[in-house]
């Protein structure tokens, strides 16, 4: 009898998770579809009106008395949801992405989200045709963010690497906010720079993963506050997720105050990082002082160690990370070799100016053209 209750408990237990997985995935796929077809909506929306005020030759003033009784109508039909500010925001979209090539390409799409669930709109007659398109991968509200984005190539890069590694709303923003795009490209040369654009982050090497500087304001310590090399670390291991992000693509976490021995010493490397789309380990050492030639030097004895006593024999080379408040450039290239897998990267505990970095990216592409022209 026992063995009879357990025997149907346990094909109980196997059915519902069957059914359980079944349902999950049915309703992820609706939300997919109903996302999906929110965006193409509002680009339809979008369209309808720049065509009307294009048609009409109307004058700015009397476009928006128009979109005003528009919303009052629709509203009226409709419910909320439908302000002069909605339906603006669509004619903003439409402009902006009516110009554009899509910059995810099919092939770029995982197959469960390839399937034609959603259809756009043809430029046909009534408009109810639907021909199959992937035009747009991400959610209305994602679009709504990246319209606000001036530069062409940066809204193309965030939208690549919202898309690829499926930033959610607020992941999407601070991104924007904190210049990601801005600071990976003052890290790159020119050709990887016009990469971005098209391709997103694309890690192949180890300067791939670099950005100047690492922006840390989620951790909540105060740059004008009193802290540790060991309240930093503690700061970012409580926010781990959040500092793997921002690291970039590919990371894991290994260990904190990873303790190796070498002739009866103890060392300790604070955080011990895993690059998979490397296929490296990545040591990263806090620095809160003026970066000094000793501190380098004892990141080389880190990263020997691993590559001589840690790494596999088809793992790449380790490669070291100075994580410091204030770095040396010069002290870094006189003391390290040409080809080193050392790097020292600064840190902010806040939101870098995105004014000024937008300014430092456009002088040193003008630098670049000049070179060419000389």
């Known amino acids: ?102 910059v995810v390409r ?42 606000h984005v001036k530069d062409s190539e940066a809204r193309s890069f965030y939208e690549i690497e919202a898309f690829k590694l499926q930033w959610s ?55 004008d506050a009193s802290y540790s090399e060991s309240d930093l670390e503690s700061a970012i291991i409580s926010r781990l997720q959040d500092f793997l992000l921002e690291m970039g693509k590919g990371f894991l976490f290994e260990a904190r105050q990873k303790r190796f021995t070498f002739e009866e010493r103890h060392f300790y490397v604070d955080l011990v990082l895993y690059n998979r789309l490397l296929q490296c380990y990545v040591l990263v050492d806090l620095k809160m002082d003026d970066l000094t030639h000793q501190d380098l030097g004892q990141m080389q004895m880190y990263v020997n160690y691993y590559d001589r006593f840690v790494k596999e024999d088809f793992e790449k080379p380790t490669i070291g990370i100075l994580l410091c408040e204030r770095k040396n450039d010069a002290l870094v290239e006189l003391t390290l070799p040409k080809d080193t897998n050392i790097y020292a990267q600064q840190y902010a505990l806040c939101l870098p100016d995105k004014a000024l970095l937008q300014q430092k990216l456009r002088e040193w592409i003008e630098e670049y053209r000049k070179e060419d022209e000389a």
Not at 108 to 118: F, G, L, N, R, T
Not at 191 to 218: C, H, N, W, Y
């Open 1 to 102: 009898m026992a063995n009879e209750v357990a025997t149907i408990e346990t094909r109980a237990t196997q059915l519902a998770e069957k059914i359980e997985v079944l349902v999950t995935e049915a309703r992820q796929k609706v939300a997919s579809v109903a996302n999906t077809a929110q965006v193409y909506t509002y680009y339809e929306i979008g369209r309808y009106i720049v065509e009307d005020e294009q048609g009409g030759k109307v004058r700015a003033e009397y476009g928006k008395g128009v979109l005003k009784r528009v919303s009052e109508r629709l509203t009226e039909r409709l419910g909320k949801g439908w302000s002069v500010d909605t339906l603006e925001n669509a004619r903003n979209f439409y402009n902006i992405y009516a110009k554009s090539e899509p």
């Open 106 to 147: 099919k092939s770029d799409v995982p197959i469960e989200k390839s399937e034609p669930a959603v259809r756009n709109l043809e430029t046909t007659g009534n408009r109810n045709q639907w021909s199959l398109n992937q035009r747009f991968t991400l959610p209305w509200s994602h679009y709504q963010i990246l319209t």
């Open 169 to 223: 709303k607020r992941q999407l923003q601070r991104q924007i906010g904190s210049g990601l795009y801005e600071r990976l490209a003052l890290s790159r040369d020119k050709d990887e720079v016009m990469r971005l654009a098209t391709e997103g982050q694309v890690v192949e090497k180890p300067s791939d993963i670099l950005k100047d500087p690492v922006v840390l304001e989620f951790i909540g310590l105060k740059s």
